[in-house]
């Protein structure tokens, strides 16, 4: 199943599957859901269940590496990386199969298939969200911006009128 349709949940949670496999790329969001499936094999596991992560294929890999971070921090392996190729985008959205064998593409969907079917079931260890945000740079999560709060002027526009408050204020009890 897929975290989009909510396909994976059931099968965690009732032990129907044996590993997960995580997809994701480097970017945020696609590691933010990466590490919620984390969260639910690791809650499942807690309550007797017996479901682990087989590894993480990182999709559409710019080679700038947070997915792979992620992976180790979380303590999956990467099973395979994917590279953002204008070719794969290409064959992709014509739906042609990318991993033929004997094409440019054969070698790696053929490792990728020997790494899943070998890769045992590991214990992940989901990261907390300052974990998580830490792999990014702060441009990219707005870390090292200080929110101000907004005026009255803000949300009420030009003309506000400041009116006093009607609350009962003691001084001294």
């Given at each position: 199943g897929d975290v989009v349709c909510g396909g994976?949940?059931?099968?965690?949670a009732r032990?129907?599957?044996?590993?997960?496999?995580?997809?994701?790329?480097?970017?945020l969001q696609s590691l933010y859901v990466a590490n919620n499936v984390c969260s639910a094999v690791e809650y499942f596991r807690k309550l007797g269940g017996n479901v682990g992560v087989a590894g993480m294929v990182i999709n559409k890999d710019d080679s700038t590496g947070e997915a792979q971070a992620?992976?180790?921090k979380v303590g999956i392996p990467v099973l395979a990386a994917i590279p953002a190729h204008?070719?794969?985008?290409?064959?992709?959205a014509s739906y042609e199969i990318i991993g033929r064998p004997g094409t440019q593409?054969?070698?790696?969907?053929?490792?990728?298939?020997?790494?899943?079917?070998?890769?045992?079931?590991?214990?992940?260890?989901?990261?907390?969200?300052?974990d998580l945000l830490g792999l990014f740079s702060s441009d990219i999560t707005g870390r090292d911006y200080v929110l101000e709060p907004a005026t009255d002027v803000d949300m009420m526009g030009k003309d506000a009128v400041v009116k006093k408050t009607l609350e009962v204020v003691?001084?001294?009890?």
């Open positions: 994976f949940g059931l099968p965690i032990d129907m599957c044996q590993k997960v496999i995580v997809v994701g790329s480097n970017d992620f992976a180790e204008e070719d794969i985008r290409r064959k992709s593409w054969g070698p790696l969907f053929e490792e990728l298939a020997t790494n899943v079917a070998s890769a045992p079931p590991v214990r992940p260890k989901p990261l907390s969200q300052d003691y001084d001294k009890v």
